[in-house]
């Protein structure tokens, strides 16, 4: 019989953070799996052995909603698969799950391979990814789909609006359907296609062009409704459905509304929705492009608050940087807002500035400083929001997403309270390819001290290196989600009509 207690790493002196409860003992791994945990485990000889230094030790994040080597219309993606994993890494994320898209009228799974040909042997972390459908047709929702699990691709976005992907009413239930049947979760990105046309249209006729109204053609109402009318959709078909970058309150409480009726509905917030405001997006000239993503950042406080109420409340499933990496200072990114401008206003045209923002390498210390060390959520509710329910959800867990005997030896090392040290966000220390981030200048209390990946230690805080090469990370072929999914076929249904029967 092996040793059990043949360990090649032993973490010492922290206390591990799971989200169900913590405590102070040795984390035992071996191979890059973890073992054992205990107190005062023995060190066999070899064996390595790391001073967590009274420091929290939280599970490796996994960022389950990240574009990389995505390009928008013409805009370049300022991140590849080193380029964004590095930066993943260095903020204290160790699995990201990112999309491949299908064109309309092409096929769901060379668009999967080839983007995992991008990917493949290039990355500095453990990865995935999600399939995004913009063609539902009866060969992808019959085959395809099945394809997908096949592969270890388990979830689809959809998106409500952008003309290029969005679907109706119709394909989003076909989609809906064909994923309850293939057991597959689909995310959704609300936002009503036809308002925020039709206002665009007008907003520029009147000479409103500045980054600032990419907001004003994206109220809070057009959320909702999309979201009102996604939740209505996936009731129909009784399928788990995530809403995918919620920004504001009243899609939140929709959300809310729906999980306490018994739903199989998860809700997703991104870290700029919860500390950035729409002021961003009024910065002088062309500044504000940078912050132009979609749902836009929203202007009132009580949407923020109403954020930081639904990851404290248990709404949000999961906090994603929702990373989309556009270079602002030279021509292949945010800049398309001026080669496009068709309304010869020297701020640009907010139509053609390609939507997202950095995020990658920020996301967990703004959720730890701003929500575990200022008191607004639990460490158990930041792990359960940035690692282990997105592993659920992404049928990874419990490989990742918690410490426990059998999971990949994945961790944050995070410094003591007593020890711990704040840093000054700033682009010239991140790690991600992209050339800004929105978060300069904010503080956050601590930073990842080590992160270490399947064993290995990936990132040094204390020096910010990273110290793994490209190729370091896996493919992650991942299972069904282990959350609840459709209620079954005791419930009450909508009436005499059964999604499970179809
Ligand atoms: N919105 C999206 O839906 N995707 C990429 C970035 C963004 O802002
Ligand atoms: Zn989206
Ligand atoms: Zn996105």
């Known amino acids: 019989m092996s040793d059990p207690f043949h360990f090649d790493l032993i973490i010492r002196n922290g206390t591990v953070v799971n989200a169900s409860d913590e405590t102070q003992c040795d984390i035992g791994v071996r191979n890059g799996v973890v073992t054992c945990l205990g107190k005062n485990l023995p060190v066999p000889e070899g064996c390595k052995v790391i001073d967590a230094e009274g420091g929290w030790i ?41 999309f491949a898209v299908q064109v309309r009228g092409e096929k769901v799974m060379p668009a999967v391979e080839a983007y995992y040909d991008l990917a493949d042997g290039k990355t500095h972390c453990d990865y995935s990814f999600h399939a995004i459908i913009s063609d539902p047709t009866d060969e992808v929702v019959d085959k ?3 394809e997908l699990v096949k592969f270890g691709v388990t979830s689809v976005k959809v998106y409500m609006t952008y003309a290029d992907m969005a679907l109706n009413d ?4 076909d989609i809906l359907a064909g994923s309850r049947r293939h057991g597959l979760t689909t995310m959704v990105h609300a936002e009503n296609h036809d308002i925020i046309e039709w206002m665009a249209e007008r907003l520029l006729k009147q000479g409103m062009s500045e980054p ?26 009784d399928a788990p459905m995530l809403l995918v970058h919620v920004s504001a309150k009243e899609a939140t409480r929709a959300i809310r509304k729906a999980q306490t009726r018994g739903l199989p509905i998860y809700g997703e917030t991104c870290p700029h929705y919860a500390l950035l405001t729409a002021e961003k997006m009024q910065a002088p000239g062309f500044l504000g492009a940078k912050c132009v993503c979609s749902p836009p950042l929203r202007s009132d406080p009580s949407d923020k608050a109403g954020i930081w109420e639904g990851l404290a409340n248990g709404t949000f499933t999961v906090l994603s940087s929702d990373h989309a990496p556009f270079n602002f200072f030279d021509e292949t990114g945010k800049k398309y807002g001026l080669i496009e401008n068709t309304t010869k206003n020297p701020a640009g045209n907010f139509r053609a500035i390609p939507n997202g923002i950095p995020g990658i390498n920020t996301r967990s210390p703004l959720l730890w400083s701003y929500g575990v060390l200022e008191g607004r959520i639990s460490r158990q509710r930041f792990v359960e929001l940035n690692s282990s329910n997105a592993a659920k959800l992404y049928g990874m867990y419990p490989k990742k997403g918690t410490i426990q005997p059998g999971s990949d030896a994945d961790f944050v090392i995070w410094r003591s309270d007593a020890s711990r040290k704040s840093t000054i966000i700033k682009q010239e220390n991140m790690h991600h390819g992209v050339d800004y981030t ?15 990946l399947r064993g290995e230690v990936v990132y040094d805080g204390e020096s910010n290196q990273i110290m793994n090469q490209p190729g370091g990370g896996e493919f992650i072929k991942r299972r069904l989600s282990s959350l609840p999914g459709p209620r079954g076929t005791s419930r009450a249904w909508i009436n005499d009509f059964q999604p499970h029967k179809i």
């Not at 119709?170 to 239930?173: D, I």
């Open 58 to 98: 939280t599970p490796g994040g996994v960022d389950s909603h990240v574009h990389i080597g995505q390009n928008q219309g013409n805009a370049q993606s300022a991140d590849d698969w080193t380029t964004g994993t590095r930066g993943a890494i260095a903020g204290g994320t160790t699995t990201v799950v990112a």
């Open 144 to 146: 395809e789909l099945a």
């Open 170 to 173: 119709r394909q989003m239930l």
């Open 212 to 237: 600032m109204h990419h907001g004003t053609s994206r109220p809070q109402l057009v959320e909702d409704e999309a979201t009102q009318r996604a939740l209505a959709l996936a009731e129909v078909i």
């Open 438 to 452: 929105p978060y300069e200048d904010m503080e956050v209390k601590d930073w990842p001290r080590l992160v270490i």
